[in-house]
């Protein structure tokens, strides 16, 4: 088989790590970068050791951050006693764009799988707990996904948090807006009926 | 091979590719299998197929192909998701990783698949009612002697099997695993090695409760162990560590679930 280069070959190795990226995307991919945007790709090169040298961990909320703290917890805006936890860093992306919540996050990344051996360390609730003795935080909101696996996270971090914390809740489960009852699964529109809001007229 | 709508349980599920994932379901008819779903956070009308597919849920599921892997062609509710929470949910993965551990693929095992059905049933009873520990005991072991039993792995809990006598209740016995028990001197073994014959009836009778409960927890780990090998539950020791947060009694270790 015909190769280019090996800077070529090795350019299209390595944009195979990209998730959905088969070789001949990859293929596509080298060539439309050396051949129509090389400035571009510069750009991305810079951009991409920089973001690996620079971007690591929050050390209070384990979220993605450039400094020690990320943006949210070194905003002093934001409202200490309100924690919020959350498995990946898209769930905040997700709740930020949502708005409403002015508090901070602790991102999990992960859920607890007994079955994959992902334990409480590997999701950082020695961290969790460590935040929590610090007396700050009032409330702690468990938004973990609502799947088996998000309720069994919710419920060992209830039991890890109940004495340090004066309020534990959990984000609702219910039908989503513009969405029609008939096609609502059957436990959502269970979830939905027992977690049902009190409604006055005036 | 096209199987349409088959009665099973997802076991375990993890990503694979970029929006596949592998599942390991245990169906009815044909045991334990692993199936590949595409597009499962897809959206569609009654919310993405992935919302659907919940272990400790009854599900049909459709699926098609030959050899180890098959396609995921289609799935619908077989019944509600049972309302499991808490200790009850850790015992309910506990349940799954002894299939998972246990069962090999394509292993027919119809009588198994109802009782851990009965099994779930049994978890979500106890989860609902609440009055906890206690009373996820005698369902875990339940299904844990019908898993030996199923599997072959069960021992004659009437005789003794070196000389065939019946056991009897002021004996003391050690138990050997795929032998059985045979007699032994009660003063020249330790409490926690060998078994008082009156619990080894009491657990024949199906009495998982109290003092024999706690033997029939030692006896199922016992009788397990060679076929888990030196790999430890992964659930079995986050279930320990669960109780980790608050502070823990020695008894209240050994009085635990799984």
Known sequence: ??????????????????????????QRMAL?????????????????????????????????????????????????????????????????????YRGRYFVLMGHLSPIDGIGPEEIGLPILEALARDGEVQEVILATNPTVEGEATAYYITRMLEPL?????RIAHGVPLGGELEYVDGSTLAHAFSGRQPVRGS | MRVQLQPCYLLHRRPFRDNSELLDVFSVEYGRLGLIARGLSRRRRGGPLGALLQPFRPLLLSFSGKGEL???TGAESGGELAPLHGEALLSAFYLSELLLRLLQRFEVQPALFTAYGAAIADLSDVA??????????????????RLLEELGYAVDLS???????????????????????REVAAAASPSNASFAGTDIMAIAEGHFDG?????????????????????????????????????QTGEEIEAGGV
């Open chain 2, 159 to 181: 005789t003794d099997a070196s000389c065939g006598a019946v056991i009897r209740a002021d004996a003391h016995y050690a138990l050997v695993p795929d032998f059985g028990f």
């Open chain 2, 211 to 247: 003092v024999s409960g706690l033997a029939a927890k030692r006896m199922v780990r016992t009788l397990l162990h060679p076929h888990l090998g030196s790999t430890p539950l992964r659930s079995r020791s986050m279930f320990e560590t669960t109780r980790g947060p608050r502070a």
């Open chain 2, 128 to 145: 609902s009612t609440g009055n906890a520990r206690l009373s996820l005991e005698p369902a875990l072991r339940r299904f844990e002697f």
């Open chain 1, 32 to 100: 439309h970068l050396l051949e129509r945007n090389r400035e571009g790709a510069l750009t991305l090169s810079r951009s991409l050791a920089d973001a690996v040298e620079r971007v690591g961990r929050c050390q209070q909320c384990r979220n993605l951050a450039e400094a020690v703290l990320c943006g949210i917890c070194s905003d002093t805006g934001r409202d200490p006693t309100l924690l919020c936890i959350v498995e990946t860093p898209g769930d905040i992306l997700a709740i930020e764009q949502a708005g409403g």
């Open chain 1, 165 to 169: 914390i004066p309020r534990l809740s």
């Open chain 2, 70 to 72: 098959l396609t995921l």
């Open chain 1, 1 to 26: 088989m015909y190769r280019f280069s090996p800077a070529m070959d090795a350019l299209i190795e390595g944009l195979r790590c990209l998730p959905g990226v088969g070789p001949k995307s990859a």
